[in-house]
T-cell receptor, first 110, second 111 residues
Framework: NAGVTQTPKFRILKIGQSMTLQCAQD?????MYWYRQDPGMGLKLIYY???????DKGEVPNGYNVSRSTTEDFPLRLELAAPSQTSVYFC?????????FGPGTRLTVL | DAKTTQPPSMDCAEGRAANLPCNHS???????VYWYRQIHSQGPQYIIH???NNETNEMASLIITEDRKSSTLILPHATLRDTAVYYC????????????FGKGTSLLVTP
């Protein structure tokens, strides 16, 4: 099993550009999550999903959108990128007592 | 979720036990204590969790006080690879919602 995979690993965006961060899991988990981690800080939840077709906002959803059309995939969309979205983005899956995290996407917005 | 308090940083010599404390004085009866760690530039990794009994697995031991107001994560023989930020999280078990990561304890294991 590959676990949780994320692409790309690194990305530099210009202000106002858009992009989609990809996340996939092969563990058949219903729950999936997107977090962001700013330098020197803890993780903050952006969005989560409890199953295909069901998503909900976390603590910091502004500037992001998600979709969950399949159990395996949970992409995160950034529209109109801003410097405040410079961060490391982690996708996770699984029940809350044992979440499996991906390796992260390091995003810089200039 | 109950609030947790952890020291910002700790040191430990390689081969010795690392004891990481966590205070959660407002914990309620149905809240579990979870521990995760994050090695530099990697995603967080689940370590262990417990309700009121002490727990042990291949990675660590979790000691929860009788009043459940504090707990200690024990890495019995710390190695350099255990250098990481350790997060103590208190919440209702398996509700399906995400974890509230705070700032954690930065553990440095030294040779």
């Amino acid at each position: 099993n590959a676990g949780v995979t994320q692409t790309p690993k690194f990305r530099i965006l210009k202000i106002g550009q858009s992009m989609t961060l990809q996340c996939a899991q092969d563990m058949n988990h219903n729950y999936m999550y997107w977090y962001r981690q700013d330098p020197g800080m803890g993780l903050k939840l952006i969005y989560y999903s409890v199953g295909a077709g069901i998503t909900d906002k976390g603590e910091v959803p502004n500037g992001y959108n998600v979709s969950r059309s399949t159990t395996e995939d949970f992409p995160l969309r950034l529209e109109l990128a801003a410097p405040s979205q410079t961060s490391v983005y982690f996708c996770a899956s699984g029940p809350a007592n044992e979440q499996f995290f991906g390796p992260g996407t390091r995003l810089t917005v200039l | 979720d109950a609030k947790t308090t952890q020291p910002p940083s700790m040191d430990c010599a390689e081969g010795r036990a690392a004891n990481l404390p966590c205070n959660h004085s407002t914990i309620s009866g149905n809240e579990y204590v979870y521990w995760y760690r994050q090695i530099h530039s990697q995603g967080p990794q689940y370590i262990i969790h417990g309700l009121k009994n002490n727990e042990t697995n291949e990675m660590a031991s979790l000691i929860i006080t009788e009043d459940r107001k504090s707990s200690t994560l024990i890495l019995p023989h710390a190695t350099l690879r255990d250098t990481a930020v350790y997060y103590c999280i208190v919440r209702v078990g398996d509700s399906g919602y995400a974890l509230n990561f705070g700032k954690g304890t930065s553990l440095l294991v030294t040779p």
